[in-house]
Each structure stands twice: as structure tokens, then as C-alpha cells.
């Protein structure tokens, strides 16, 4: 597939007019409905693509970009039109249900599409982009019908920006990338014990202090990538991550922050000791696992993580907010006298209800502001937060007992969608943070699980796979993590899971391989097809 592209002829004959063109329909995701046709619309270049319907703009930076890399990607020349001369036009008709729905139709020399909103049309683009082939003078499409909406409203890659720290450029490659796939939720992991990268403006020393740890090390040995002995540093300005959001929203993307607590906060213990219940000081984390010392259940740190949560809220548009939640051990509220008079104030059991606590207070902070949370599943301890949404990663129970107590919940297993693990046997495979997840397993997902009611189904958002850093410090590496596996998710949390087909799906995978090698992605080539 990749290795074997045959090598051009020295001198290419002059196809003859009716000689056949190779066209394929491989779309990934697969659409929900696909009816493939006889034969092929011919369309002469230029092609004009006229849009309709309101508010088109919001789709003029997608199909501008569209336009110029069909042009460089496949030398297939498209242009705005007018609706008299445009053989593809695109109407946006929010009469469609789905709000991300598309319909696509190419037959009798006319692609035709109708979108239920801009980003409908978005995900009608990525559809045409798979479909449009080079023949010339002429670009050719397979004549077809498609009716196509996502089987979920959630479908979402993670980055942890906090254990390794990855620039705007590398990050608006992500967002870019994923949104090809029809993902539209990227969730930003922006602080934890190794590092905080976004930047407050009334806690400065939150990047002055905690945006930098001295060196690393991984188990017993040094991180082979920081290990020089200098400080590993970064934070983004407010001003990339506006940039971020901006660009994230161009391709319907969905930036959601995620700011952690009561644990993972060393990198913020360390710039203000005062925030902790035992004394400090602290240093930013240069081991990976988790700390011991948390938030203080103090009035002074509500306030604190009010003041950043304010801040947080100004810079993302988002209706989520992440406030983290996991891996919060509760020794140092045990030890702690202001944490063990709040117990007896609030009449709380336990330190689990106090984490409960702790979390209500933020969730009641962030609704004044019009915010929902969402929290991984150990915010089910001690009592969930009223509205606030389950994020499953250690497996999907927390997520059934959360969408059993009517709460939306996004599954994130570490069983099949944990994309620091290794997608290969590891002794061929560069360092990781250990289990095995193949291709095939991501593909196998299934985020409905089967001892739910229709209605507790109801409750499942969609899916997100996570990338977590610690043993991840390039960007080479980072989408060789990513990549193909997302591939494979994008159809898990897109298509109808009745046409999920492993055989059928790597049909289409090379194409998408091939779309991948045009932008450069380091992905890994999948040992699927016995290379
Ligand atoms: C668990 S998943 C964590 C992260 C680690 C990850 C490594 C989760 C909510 N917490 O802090 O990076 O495992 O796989």
C-alpha cells in the first residue's frame, strides 16, 4: 500500500477518451447511508461551487482551504460561482433534524449537496474530498447518493499538553487533522503535576513557577528527551489560545479546557504552597504517577480556582468545562484539620464526600457562569455533582452508573481508547506507557454498552480517545500515536454501528493513509495488510 506504489512509465501513453478511470467511493467514516451509482459525473475545470443558504460564510475559510488543496494535493481546480455556472452546489437548509447531517448527491453532471447547518456542509466537504479524483482537463466522481448524520453529538480526541507541551502550530494540527475525520471535540489537558501552561492573569505565578520542572525522569532512567539537565518550560499566551479556539471553530471544532482538581495540582502547589494542607514548599513534578499532595479544601483556594476558572471561562466558548477529578488521594485531608472541620460542618461521611463537595461547589461556580463540568469517572465518589457530566476512562462502569442516574457520559476506556498505550508489541515499538492497543481494538469499540436501557443509551454523549505525554515529547511521535488509530475511532463514533465492518474499513484505509501522507503525518504504518 504505501511501500508499493508502482513506479510511473517512462513515457505515459495517451489514455484513450473512454479508457476507464479508477475512481473509488472509500469514504472514512463511512456515511450512514451510501447508494453507489453506475457511472461517473465529469466535471470540466474549473469547477464552480456555489453555496446557499445561511449563514454560508461560516463555511468560506473550510471550502477556501478545500479549493486550494485539491489544487496542490490532487491538481484539481476549483472556484467559487455563481449559481448558474456552479456544477457542485452546496445549500445549507436547516430544515434537515440533524444538525450536523448532510445529504450528497452526484448524478447527471451535478454534485448537489444540502447541509443542515455550516458545519453539515463541513462534513459534506470531507465527504467530496475523498470522492473528487483527477482526470485531466475534467475531475471526475463516482455517481452516488448519501444521506449522512453521526451517530453521536461527542466525538472527541484528548491531548495532554501538560506532561510534554505542544505549540500552537502542532496543536492547530491536531484540531485540523481531526476535523478532516469528522470529530468535533477536542479536549485541551492544560495543567497537572508536571506543568500548567495556561497562563492567569491574576495568579502569575502559576507560569512563571509552575510552567517549568527541572529534569525529568522516566522510572529510573532519564527522559531520553529533556535529559540535559535543563529545565523543560512552556505555556501558551492568551492570545494562541484564542487563536486556537478560533481556528478549531473554522473546522467545527469544539475546544473544551481542562483545568484539574483537587489532584494532579503540584505544578500550582508549587507556585503557591499556600493553596496545599501540608506545608510546603513543592517542586513542579519531574516522575509521571500521582502525588500526594492536593488542593486544601480552604476557602482561600476556592477563591483561587474561582479566579482561574473565571479566566477559563473568558478564553473558551465552550459549554463544557473540564475540571478533572481523578486520582485525587485523600491522605493529606485526612491529615488536615481545616479539611476535617469542613467534614464536620458540611456533615459529610467521608473524604470521598468531601471531594464531592469540593467539586459541587465548582460545578455551582461554573453554572453561574452558564457552564456545565465534566469530571472523570471518580467524581462518582462520594455522591456525583447535580448536572455534571461523566467522563468513563478506568473501563465504562463509572459511565454505566452515571447514565443509570440520568448523567450524560463520554466514554473514554482505557481498554480501547487510550492512545499512549502501544499499538504494536512493544519490544518493535518506541517506549510507551505500557498495554497493547491495536487498530483493530480501537475499531472493536463499542461506547453503548449492551446492559443499558434505550434510555439510559440516551445519556451516552459519544466517545473521545486520550493522549496522554508523559513518555510522548515530539510531535512526530504524537501523531504516530494518533494515527491510524483515530482512523478507526472516527468511524466508532460516526457511523451506524450496525455497518461497522474491520474487512470493509480496510478497504478505505488507504486512501485515508494516502490523504495522510500529502500532509506529512507521521503516522504508523499499520502492520495489518502483512508488511
Ligand atoms: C491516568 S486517565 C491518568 C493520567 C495519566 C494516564 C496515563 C486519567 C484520568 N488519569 O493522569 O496520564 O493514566 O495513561
Given amino acids: 500500500l504505501i511501500a508499493c506504489r508502482p513506479a510511473p512509465p517512462s513515457a505515459p501513453a495517451p489514455a484513450p477518451a473512454s479508457a476507464a478511470i479508477s475512481v473509488s467511493n472509500a469514504v472514512l467514516p463511512l456515511p450512514a447511508q451510501l447508494e453507489p451509482g453506475e457511472g461517473l459525473v465529469r466535471l470540466a475545470e474549473p469547477v464552480g461551487i456555489h453555496v446557499t443558504g445561511d449563514p454560508a460564510e461560516a463555511l468560506s475559510p473550510a471550502l477556501t482551504a478545500w479549493i486550494e488543496e485539491r489544487r496542490e494535493e490532487g491538481d484539481m481546480i476549483f472556484a467559487p460561482a455563481g449559481s448558474d455556472e456552479a456544477a457542485i452546489s452546496i445549500e445549507i437548509d436547516p430544515a434537515l433534524t440533524n444538525p450536523e447531517s448532510y445529504e450528497l448527491q452526484s448524478a447527471d453532471g451535478q454534485v448537489h449537496v444540502r447541509a443542515a447547518s455550516p458545519a453539515g456542509a463541513f462534513y ?7 470522492l473528487v479524483h483527477d482526470a485531466g482537463d475534467e475531475v471526475v466522481v463516482p455517481e452516488l447518493e448519501i444521506s449522512d448524520a453521526p451517530r453521536f453529538s461527542y466525538r472527541g480526541l484528548h491531548l495532554d499538553a501538560a506532561r510534554h507541551f505542544y505549540g500552537v502550530e502542532q496543536v492547530e494540527r491536531y484540531i485540523d ?5 469528522k470529530f468535533n471535540t477536542f479536549h485541551w489537558h492544560l495543567t497537572d503535576d508536571q506543568g500548567w501552561r495556561v497562563p492567569i492573569d491574576s495568579y502569575p505565578r502559576l507560569i512563571e513557577v509552575g510552567s517549568c520542572r527541572a529534569q525529568t525522569v522516566v522510572g529510573d532512567q532519564l527522559d531520553p528527551y529533556v535529559g540535559d539537565g535543563t529545565p523543560y518550560c512552556g505555556h501558551y499566551t492568551k492570545d494562541e489560545i484564542r487563536e486556537v479556539v478560533r481556528y478549531a471553530a473554522e473546522r467545527f471544532v469544539t475546544v473544551i479546557p481542562e483545568i484539574e482538581l483537587p489532584g494532579h495540582a503540584t505544578a500550582a502547589l508549587a507556585a503557591y504552597p499556600e493553596l496545599a494542607c501540608s506545608e510546603g514548599p513543592f517542586e513542579v513534578g519531574t516522575t509521571w504517577g500521582v502525588f500526594t499532595d492536593i488542593y486544601c479544601p480552604k476557602e482561600s483556594t476556592f477563591e483561587f480556582l474561582e479566579a482561574v476558572l473565571a479566566e477559563v471561562v473568558e478564553l473558551f466558548p465552550s459549554r463544557y468545562i473540564h475540571i478533572g477529578g481523578d486520582e485525587a488521594p485523600k491522605l493529606r485531608w485526612q491529615e488536615s484539620e481545616v479539611a476535617q472541620e469542613l467534614i464536620q460542618r458540611e456533615g ?17 461556580f461554573l453554572r453561574s457562569h452558564d457552564r456545565n463540568i465534566i469530571g472523570w469517572d471518580e467524581i462518582l465518589e462520594g455522591g456525583l455533582a447535580p448536572e455534571a457530566t461523566v467522563m468513563s476512562w478506568r473501563g465504562t462502569a463509572g459511565g454505566i452508573e452515571a447514565a443509570r442516574m440520568g448523567h450524560d457520559v463520554i466514554m473514554t476506556p482505557v481498554s480501547h481508547v487510550y492512545f499512549d498505550y502501544y499499538q504494536g508489541p512493544p519490544s518493535q515499538e518506541p517506549l510507551a506507557i505500557g498495554g497493547y492497543i491495536p487498530l483493530a481494538q ?19 454523549l459519544g466517545a473521545q480517545a486520550n493522549l496522554w505525554t508523559e513518555y510522548i515529547s515530539t510531535w512526530d511521535h504524537a501523531e504516530y500515536m494518533a494515527y491510524p488509530r483515530a482512523l478507526a475511532l472516527s468511524e466508532v463514533v460516526w457511523s451506524p454501528a450496525e455497518a461497522r465492518d474491520w474487512s470493509d474499513f480496510l478497504t478505505r484505509l488507504p486512501a485515508a493513509l494516502v490523504h495522510l501522507d500529502h500532509l506529512d503525518v507521521n503516522y504508523r504504518v499499520p502492520d495489518v495488510y502483512g508488511l
Avoid: K, N, W
Fill in 124 to 130: 459534506a466537504l470531507q465527504t467530496l474530498r475523498q
Fill in 177 to 181: 487533522l481531526m476535523s478532516r475525520f
Fill in 348 to 364: 459529610l461521611a467521608d473524604e470521598d464526600e468531601l471531594q464531592s463537595y469540593f467539586i459541587h461547589r465548582i460545578e455551582s
Fill in 442 to 460: 480501537v475499531y472493536a469499540f463499542e461506547p453503548v454498552p449492551s446492559e443499558l436501557s434505550r434510555e439510559e443509551a440516551g445519556h451516552i
